[in-house]
DNA sequence: ATGAAAGCGCTAACAG
DNA sequence: CTGTTAGCGCTTTCAT
């Protein structure tokens, strides 16, 4: 593979001469540019990216790390941050960690090894920050948080607003004339989840309305998870008449055992999901959600990297919210008046 | 940032030494040794992969160029392919191309500039192999073709049954008595998508069913043309009794015809749709499917790529197909003796 | 068993 | 305007 000499070489000319030309980085005489462009194509010549990062110390490369690009929330995301990436010349490196600590770790070090520009992290569940990362000096590679953060951890911040969009959900469904709503939530050490539970108080008790504790149920952001706690709600003696659901993956999983239980939606229950996904509008019933703008937070996430590597934005981390929506469908129903009195009629 | 030299000045070593130890390339006495790791930790040194790169020509590094991580048949590939890649501690650069030449080139050259040890593609559509495709050498770093080939390009190819997948989707339609069978086809000038029509025309011919053009739709493996292709279906004077659709993307466009023209499945047409998705198992009805393994997909190439990579295997291109598998759900079925009836007295 | 030294391919002063 | 030169951080003969 030839190399800057070679073509210096075979131009005539010295290799800063070439450096100038390929980085127009000094004015060079038309004739002389001409012969070592001329080299150039001869040769086939590519710039050697590492060895110039060696001596310029920037990569024009960052790192992504999510749990999983199988999960269909995140897809969007990457899609946004590496559309913002390449619009500047920025290549990225995925991996995937499981939401486990040691997979986390090990890209984080792999990518700083290989001297990536800057990190966007969607980091795992854990109720203490990681050690590697709380040890990360504010003043190296910049990290952004992205969906997801922790407390103690330096970085900027862009996220959904998990609180809000739980709050609209719930409140739909209390306009609806639903009384007793049952929630799957997140794994507790989840800043997201736990801001989504909030939300849901929040939305119940500004309408005076009890929380009930056998209504919230334990998930673990999984199928698995969001099928078994709804087998536990609709196992209830007084069973609730609507289910919020705080994010995707478990509404599959909620969907799925409510065929099983031979529970209709929306005729015997509603439902709301947090997050959106696409073919949440070809299910019958088609699905009312929550939507997070999942490309927009990538895309955000990347862009307040970008500038924070250039240097254009300095000074105290930021933090950014980006505003969800609700996307009213049909699993979503007034309660008949009725329906209440038959279920007090059936516990009776 | 500490370097190799910083340790070896602090241990009171050579450079060669850390080298040594860090790499275990060469033995190095206990007493020395312990010195060194003594100094690493101290620093909290970490050694530079790009500088390591320009010395040995091994980055560690494959980049995966795809059409879009958004469409949901490639999560599940790129993760089959990072699994297997992170075993073997190599890092993964992602690009999304839409399917456009000029995006997958600069994505190409990006990879290319930054060293990667070997390239997984997934090329887009195209009537002519890309120039840029055609010169690279094969001795060059290693190419891996995934999902998608183009005959005159030299690299190793790892494929989905095509041919298999859709004959297994018409026959079994025709098992179930159906006659007037569509197609929805994906772009010509994929391999894939003139496979899978192949399948299809087999499968009638097989079963001296005639061939008729009016039933072949062309689509472009996106939602917008598997609605249009789907409209223009239903619009025949002898509508099909049955639909293949050649790829989930187009399926989910069909879903949405059906939809919005009021046509029931499987009650007034039977649906099979190549490719299986997560969720089309929770529609109503519930879709049949080719499933293509998309996860064993992207693992067999990264590990035929990386055996390529590290000269385990050598010599021509290897092709390898992976078997698909028919997932019959509610979507297709027996077409009703009277339906026929009803069908010939309507266009009498 | 360890060290000295020569690069890998490129950029960036600094001269001229 | 163009060339010389000294590295960037690491690996790897080749001596010792």
Redesign the interface.
Known sequence: MATLRDIARRAGVSTATVSNVINETAYVSPRVKARVLMAIREF?Y??????R??KTRK?K?VGMIIP???N?F???M??GS??VL?QE?Y??????SDGERE?EE??Y???????VDGLILIISPSSTAPEYLR?HKPDGVPILYADRFHRGLHGDVVIGDNIGGAHQAVSHLIELGHRRIGIITGPPELPNARMRLEGYNRALSECGLPQEESLVRPGKFDEASGYAATVELLKLVKPPTAIFVSNALMT?GC??AL?DSGVECPKDISLVSFDD???FS???PTITAVDQPAYELGATAAEVLLKRITGRLSGPPLRKILPTRLVPRESSRAIPAEKGRDLKVAHA
């Open positions: 086939d590519h710039p050697n990216a590492l060895a990062t060696l990569s490369t999983d690009i199988t269909p995140f897809p969007a990457v899609r590496e559309d390449l010349g290549t990225l490196f995925l991996g995937n997979k090990r890209y070090r792999a990518f700083r090894a290989k001297r040890h599959l969907l799925r065929k996904l696409e073919w070809l299910t019958n």
